[in-house]
């Protein structure tokens, strides 16, 4: 890298991410279920822990083809996945999906609570409609998903061979489970929702050996933000919020997730792990205050 352009934080440097590291079989023998994992961080997310040795449920709502394409390209890896359709927000299609997956898989060790959307409105014009789908996506879903997986890690309990935990539940909340977000309340209500119900969660099941800890990402480079980063203009703008002056990209997520999902963290419990590029530290004080 050119020293004097490192040096100049006004030149914005390329948008280098970290190179790939060989895949070290943390993972092996584990079940994981991944919520919403036929886009975006969530496909990033799936692909990784079975690289990492897992075998993955491909949880999608719309768009079979793409949660089928995840599923090849794990298989042509050697791994093991299957497609779940499900809607994460409705209570019998969640119980469904885990009664398919523990009858192909016997089992879950890992959930990644990932399905999220936005319905973005100035806060009076928007519908209870657009509220409560957020809320039933993002938040409600979440709770469904980690009692399913709860009772499962409670009944199972640890097995010595495959990890430390009796079971990890690894949850994508956002900087704004602490920034709050005009023209997106909904959206930041239900990832604060995220951070207690998580925070709570994990001091009530740390005594059984189950972790919970959320990942926050900040601006990542997927189609929930396109708006964000798509023209030079928004790009611009955007890094006006990140101290780190580039993008995240959905693997900077996936490989947290990872350390999460493995016993590499099994001190970690009840964390918010922000992955924002320093989105949280406040960029608006750089000068002044
Ligand atoms: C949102 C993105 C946004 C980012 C930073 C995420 O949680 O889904 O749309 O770009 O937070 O504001």
């Known amino acids: 890298m050119n020293p004097e352009q490192h040096n100049n934080p006004d030149t914005p440097l390329p948008d280098v991410v970290m190179p790939k590291c060989p895949p070290r079989n943390l993972l092996r023998g584990q079940k994981a279920l991944v919520t919403g994992a036929n886009s975006g961080i ?43 359709n499900a809607d994460v927000s409705k209570e019998n299609q969640v119980k469904a999906m885990f009664a398919q997956m523990f009858d192909e898989f016997g089992t879950i060790d890992i959930l990644v609570n990932n399905a999220g959307i936005q319905s973005d409105a100035a806060f009076d014009e928007m519908t209870l409609e657009q509220w409560n789908k957020v809320l039933g996506i993002n938040l ?12 499962e890690f409670k009944r199972r309990g640890v097995v010595r061979e495959i990890s430390c935990a009796a079971g990890k539940i690894i949850s994508m909340s956002s900087v704004h489970e602490v920034i709050p977000w005009a023209g997106h309340v909904n959206y930041a209500a239900s990832k604060g929702g995220v951070m207690l119900m998580n925070k709570s969660l994990a001091q009530e099941v740390a005594p059984y050996r189950i972790r919970v800890n959320s990942v926050c990402p900040g601006a990542i480079r997927t189609p929930i933000n396109r708006d964000a980063w798509e023209t030079p203009e928004a790009y611009a703008d955007l890094m006006k919020l990140i101290p780190y002056n580039r993008i995240g990209e959905p693997d900077d997520i996936s490989r947290a997730v ?32």
């Open 258 to 289: 990872v350390w999460l999902a493995s016993d590499d963290s099994d001190y970690a419990n009840g964390i918010s792990l922000f992955i924002d590029g320093g989105m949280t530290l406040y960029p608006g004080f750089t000068e002044g205050g």
């Open 140 to 151: 409600t879903g979440q709770f469904l998903c980690a009692r399913e997986a709860t009772r």
């Open 42 to 84: 969530g496909r990033s997310v799936a692909l990784h822990l079975a690289e990492e040795g897992a075998d993955v449920v491909v949880n999608y709502i719309f768009d079979e083809q793409s949660a089928i394409d995840v599923v090849t390209e794990i298989k042509r890896k050697g791994g093991q996945a299957i497609a779940i």
